[in-house]
């Protein structure tokens, strides 16, 4: 029966002979987790699951730490056949509130400490059931018979950051979920032998998705960190093959001396994603260790897109090609036209990694997709002369001043290679005569001073007049979100009287 359920079939037919043998994940407790485990646990956790009444298609919040446990509880909720909803850790009573009302979970799963107070948020938004993940794990069987599913069930609801608006939940299937760790498996050369150091969090595509299912896929193994550590981390690489992490990881690891060829050199891959890697880490990072990091783009909606080849080049600034199946082209935001190699426009992608729609939103669903079935990413980009995607911004990032387009990745990448900046975020302010004022926020390197007269100056030669910062401001660090990409809409409300006044 456990092969009738799509994704976690697919799992158990990559798990090793003797699973009780095999190592799946390492833990920072010393305890060992062998692939035994993984079937055990989390069939306790759907054992649970069908006890508290979950049926299949009812969706399962969960808002919990980081933990090996939360991870099987996943799997659990995979296996008996409900959908899981995994919540940023960082959200507040207010925001869950919105989630246990638009998703109506049938169990919300939260921290022993705020069982309290979100018991009462759940009741007022109408959930039934709230429990600690303690709580699940208790007197269940180890035996569980997999719930049928199909690959166009759905398996996930995953929320959208909710930068323009309330956030969204985008519909991953079985199949979506599935289709996109197989393909990154074969494009990343995945195996079990491979060793993966785990440090990013698992309410988000990349921790959870990519990272675990990619692992589940191939029968590998895991060292699982709570979080960002560079003395875990480095402690971690002689005995691992790969890890996957977000530009901050591979920033602060170079910052550190212990950093080098002889440290990375049983390491075979180096991910990074969620957030653009600049070239200069990249080139950096190829300096320091030989090994080229490998960029690839993807989104909430529809999983992994492109990749970097493993075999050939690591095109700096790039994101790689189109992955396996993903049909990808580059058009007219307003026309939906295709547009010739080299021009700017939208992201749109096509494939069986491409989610089904927004939960209980089709007006929503209807404007971002094409009558030809092409998602609308709302990324802009070209595809150079031998197929590697460069995006330039989202389109919401896009500068118009003074009648000009402004795409922030290239004012950003230029500041970025000046001496003593550590990183730099370019976005668009009110400005009375241009429109918006281009306007640069820039974080030094450690032990750097840096003067906006200086950044404006040094840019000249590089940047086009109307491209140029009208103002930079120098801070300490950007602010970013808990995946590390930088929250460019805090700094447009930060900034947003910076010309007032101003027709310079």
């Not at 043998?21 to 646990?41: C, I, K, M, P």
């Not at 920033?251 to 990074?272: C, H, I, N, P, W």
């Not at 939208?346 to 998602?375: H, L, M, Q, S």
Request: net charge negative; glycine share 8%; proline share 5%.
């Amino acid at each position: 029966m456990s092969e009738a359920n799509h994704l976690f079939g697919l799992i158990r037919q990559a798990m090793p002979a003797e699973p009780g043998s095999v190592r799946f994940a390492e833990l920072e407790d010393g305890r060992h987790y062998t692939y035994q485990d993984v079937l055990d646990v989390s069939a306790w956790f759907a054992n649970a699951l069908v006890t508290l009444g979950v049926q299949p298609g009812d969706r399962v919040a969960v808002q919990v730490p980081k933990s090996i446990e939360a991870l099987m509880l996943y799997l659990g909720a995979v296996r008996a056949g409900a959908v899981f909803l995994p919540l940023n850790t960082a959200y507040t009573d207010n925001e869950l509130a919105y989630f246990m009302r638009d998703a109506e979970p049938a169990l919300f799963v939260c921290a022993p400490e705020r069982l309290d107070g979100l018991r009462a948020v759940a009741r007022e938004a109408g959930v039934r059931r709230v429990e600690t993940l303690d709580a699940l794990t208790r007197d269940h069987s180890p035996d569980f018979a997999d719930v049928p599913r199909a690959a166009d069930d759905l398996a996930t609801i995953l929320y959208t950051s909710g930068t323009t608006g309330r956030s969204k939940g985008a519909m991953l299937t079985y199949g979506n979920l599935a289709c996109n760790a197989l393909v990154l498996a074969g494009h990343w050369r995945f195996t079990a032998k491979d060793v993966l150091i785990h440090a990013l969090p698992i309410f988000h595509t990349h921790g959870l998705f990519v990272a675990c299912n990619t692992v589940l896929m191939t029968g590998g193994s895991m060292i699982w960190l709570q979080r960002f550590d560079a003395d875990a981390i480095i402690a971690a690489m002689p005995r691992a093959t790969s890890m996957m992490g977000v530009p901050t990881f591979y920033t602060r690891l170079l910052a550190d001396e212990r950093l080098d060829a002889e440290l990375t050199g049983k390491m075979r891959l180096f991910v990074s994603g969620s957030a653009p890697l600049s070239a200069e880490t990249h080139k950096e990072w190829q300096v320091r260790t030989g090994h080229a990091i490998l960029e690839r783009y993807g989104m909430t909606e529809t999983g992994m897109n492109t990749s970097n080849p493993y075999d050939g080049e690591r095109r700096a600034g790039t994101v790689g090609m189109a992955l396996p199946d993903v049909s990808l082209r580059i058009c007219d935001p307003d026309t939906g036209v295709e547009l010739a190699q080299g021009e700017i426009g939208v992201i749109e992608v096509k494939g069986p990694n491409v989610f089904t729609g927004y939960w209980r939103n089709p007006e929503k669903t209807a404007e971002e997709f094409r009558d030809d079935g092409y998602f609308i990413t709302g990324d802009l980009a070209f595809i150079d002369a031998d197929g590697y995607v460069s995006i330039v911004g989202r389109g919401k990032d896009l500068v118009i001043s003074g009648g000009f387009n402004v795409y922030p990745a290239e004012v950003e990448a230029a500041i970025d290679a000046l001496p003593g900046v550590a990183e730099s975020a370019v976005i668009g302010v009110p400005h009375a005569d241009f429109g918006e004022g281009v306007t640069a926020v820039v974080a030094p390197r450690a032990g750097a001073v840096l003067d906006e007269a200086d950044i404006r100056t040094a840019l000249e030669a590089d940047l086009a007049r109307y491209k140029l910062p009208k103002r930079v401001f120098i801070v300490d660090a950007l602010p970013r979100n808990t995946m590390g990409k930088i929250q460019k809409t805090v700094l447009r409300e930060t900034y947003k009287n910076a010309y007032s006044g101003d027709a310079a």
